[in-house]
């Protein structure tokens, strides 16, 4: 299995609170990812980043914010967290190849509850 | 990105192939077919992806048809393990912009 992994697992906060959910990586890939699922909606792209404090907005980025100090840790910020940001969140790793990007491997989620 | 239709559920009986089609009909030269699957609640999980060339490997084939408007992915001889939501994307590779957006997928569900 590849070395990413999330932290918490599991989190419950109040609305208006922040928020910041880990993803480390041991595999010194390039490109780190945070996505949200929701019921109905598959996965979306809320950040990504292409390199050490190179971050780009995906599909959904507002009311989040992204940083990557090191390349082995990808921060996700919930500023002020929301209901409507309950959801289960995902980090991916992928490092590009000569054939496109190689695959990307998953962390195993973090699910956030918003009360 | 170019966008990708898949349907949103099928079924396939254990031990047969499971033939999960994708359209995407505005890919361009320089994009690439994923397929991806999510079983359960876990993170997604890579199957293969491809430029123009069928491909192989130990766990599905890929097959793009010659204007690159569509795809399958096979998956030769489904098993139980095999229900999923399958996922087909098409990404740019270069630069800045390697993402990948998923959709809503197929759910595949193999029947004994």
């Known amino acids: 299995d590849a070395g990413i992994t999330q932290s918490p697992r599991h989190k419950v906060t109040e609305t208006g609170t922040p928020v910041t959910l880990r993803c480390h990586q041991t595999e010194n890939h390039r490109y780190m990812y945070w996505y949200r699922q929701d019921p109905g909606h598959g996965l979306r792209l809320i950040h990504y980043s292409y390199g050490v404090k190179d971050t780009d907005k995906g599909e959904v980025s507002d009311g989040y914010s992204v940083s990557r100090s090191k390349t082995e840790d990808f921060l996700l910020t919930l500023e002020s967290a929301t209901s409507s940001q309950t959801s289960v969140y995902f980090c991916a790793i992928s490092e590009p190849s000569g054939r496109g990007i190689t695959e990307a491997f998953f962390g195993q989620g973090t699910r956030l509850t918003v009360v | 990105d170019a966008k990708t239709t898949q349907p949103t559920s099928m079924d396939c009986a254990e031990g047969r192939a499971a033939n999960l089609p994708c359209n995407h009909s505005t890919i361009s030269g320089n994009e690439y077919v994923y397929w991806y699957r999510q079983i359960h609640s876990q993170g997604p999980q890579y199957i293969i992806h491809?430029?123009?060339n069928n491909e192989t490997n130990e766990m599905a084939s890929l097959i793009i048809t010659e204007d690159r408007k569509s795809s399958t992915l096979i998956l030769p001889h489904a098993t139980l393990r095999d229900t999923a939501v399958y996922y087909c994307?098409?990404?740019?590779?270069?630069?800045?912009?390697?993402?990948?957006?998923f959709g809503t997928g197929t759910l595949l569900a193999v029947q004994p």
């Open positions: 491809g430029l123009k």
């Open positions: 994307i098409v990404s740019y590779y270069g630069g800045a912009t390697n993402k990948l957006i």
